[in-house]
C-alpha cells in the first residue's frame, strides 16, 4: 500500500519498495516457511529488473539449498514476479536453524 512506512522518502515523486526491504521480506518469510535464520551470512548475487510500487501484487518464490559439506549452512534463493515479469531475484549465505 502507498501508506507503507518503509515507501516514506523512497521516492516522493514516484514511490517504490526498496531492495533492503525486499531482501528482508525473503530473509523473514524463510525463517518462518524454510526454518532459516533471518540474517543472511553473505550476499552472493541481487538483480533488480523491475521496479516494485505501491499497488503491485507481487509472488515471492523461495527454495533452500543446503551446502554438501554442513547441511547447516546453505544459499537461500529468493525471487519477485508481478505476473510474468521477473522483479528481483537474490541468492543469500544463510544458517538453518534446528527444531
Not at 507481487?58 to 510474468?84: C, I, M, N
Amino acid at each position: 500500500p502507498l501508506e507503507l512506512v518503509q515507501l516514506d522518502g523512497h521516492f516522493v515523486q514516484a514511490p517504490i519498495l526498496p531492495g533492503v526491504l525486499q531482501v528482508g521480506w525473503a530473509l523473514a518469510h524463510a525463517a518462518q516457511r524454510l526454518g532459516t535464520s533471518e540474517h543472511c551470512r553473505e550476499m552472493e548475487a541481487l538483480k533488480f529488473q523491475y521496479l516494485l510500487r505501491p499497488g503491485d501484487r507481487v509472488t515471492l518464490s523461495l527454495r533452500y539449498e543446503a551446502q554438501a559439506a554442513d547441511a547447516d549452512h546453505g544459499k537461500l534463493h529468493f525471487a519477485y514476479h508481478l505476473d510474468d515479469a521477473h522483479c528481483s531475484s537474490g541468492r543469500l549465505l544463510v544458517t538453518r536453524l534446528h527444531d
